[in-house]
C-alpha cells in the first residue's frame, strides 16, 4: 500500500474509529487473489465489544463506499482487535497489559521477561519472577531502551492474591482475535463473524 494511500485511508478513519472511544492501531491492504482485503485494527483501554466493532464496520464501509477511497475493485473489510502477538511498541500497549507477563528485548541488557506492575510517563516498573524458590525482584524499563516486546501468553497466571486467573484475552463479549468482515461488493452485503 502506498503512502499516500496509507495516510488517506488513516485520516478518513481516524475520526470514525475516534467516536466510538476506540484507538485506531493499523490500517493494512493486501492482495488477496483478484480482490484486496482492507484490515482494519482498533484497541481501547476497556477492550473492544463485539457489537462496537460491528458497528464500526458497517460505518467503515459506507465511509469507503461514499469517499471511492479503495477504488473501483473488490475486497474485503476486516475490522479486528490486535491478537497476544501483536507487538507493544506504545506506552498504551504496556498500561493495557498491566499485570501481564512480557518479554521485552532491551538495547543495553538483552532480553528480560518480567511482569508489568505499573507504566508511567518514561516506561515501566516490572517484576522479575523468581527462579527455583527465589522471590521475584523489581526492575525497571525506560521506553527509550526497549527495542521489542510481546505479551507472554500464562495459562495459570496469579493474581494479586495468589488465585488462578484464566488468560482470557476477552470477556465473553469482547471480540478478541475473532473479526468481523464485510464483503464490499457482495450483492448482499453479508457479515461474518
Known amino acids: 500500500m502506498s503512502t499516500t494511500q496509507s495516510e488517506r485511508l488513516r485520516g478518513l478513519l481516524e475520526p470514525l474509529v475516534g467516536r466510538t472511544g476506540l484507538d485506531l492501531e493499523e490500517v493494512t ?25 460491528a ?14 477511497a479503495m477504488g473501483e475493485s473488490e ?23 498491566t499485570g501481564r507477563l512480557v518479554k521485552l528485548r532491551l538495547k543495553e541488557r538483552g532480553e528480560l521477561t518480567a511482569r508489568i506492575m505499573t507504566v508511567d510517563d518514561t516506561g515501566l516498573d516490572l517484576e522479575v519472577p ?7 525482584k523489581p526492575a525497571r524499563a525506560d521506553f527509550a531502551e526497549i527495542e521489542k516486546a510481546r ?9 494479586a492474591a495468589g488465585d488462578d486467573v484464566p488468560d482470557d484475552d476477552i470477556a465473553d463479549d469482547d471480540i478478541g482475535d475473532d473479526d468481523v468482515e464485510i464483503d464490499e461488493n457482495d450483492d448482499e452485503n453479508d457479515e461474518e463473524a
Not at 75 to 97: A, I, Q
Not at 130 to 136: C, F, I, L, Q, S
Open 29 to 53: 491492504v493486501t492482495a488477496a487473489g483478484k480482490r484486496r482485503q482492507l484490515l482494519v485494527v482498533v484497541d481501547s483501554d476497556e477492550g473492544v465489544q463485539l457489537d462496537t466493532v
Open 130 to 136: 523468581g527462579v527455583k524458590g527465589r522471590k521475584p
Open 75 to 97: 475486497y474485503v473489510l476486516e475490522v479486528t482487535s490486535p491478537g497476544t502477538d501483536r507487538p507493544l511498541t506504545e506506552p498504551r500497549h504496556f498500561r493495557r497489559n
Open 55 to 68: 458497528e464500526l464496520s458497517r460505518e467503515i464501509s459506507q465511509a469507503l463506499d461514499a469517499a471511492d
Open 151 to 159: 505479551v507472554e501468553v500464562e495459562f495459570n497466571r496469579k493474581n
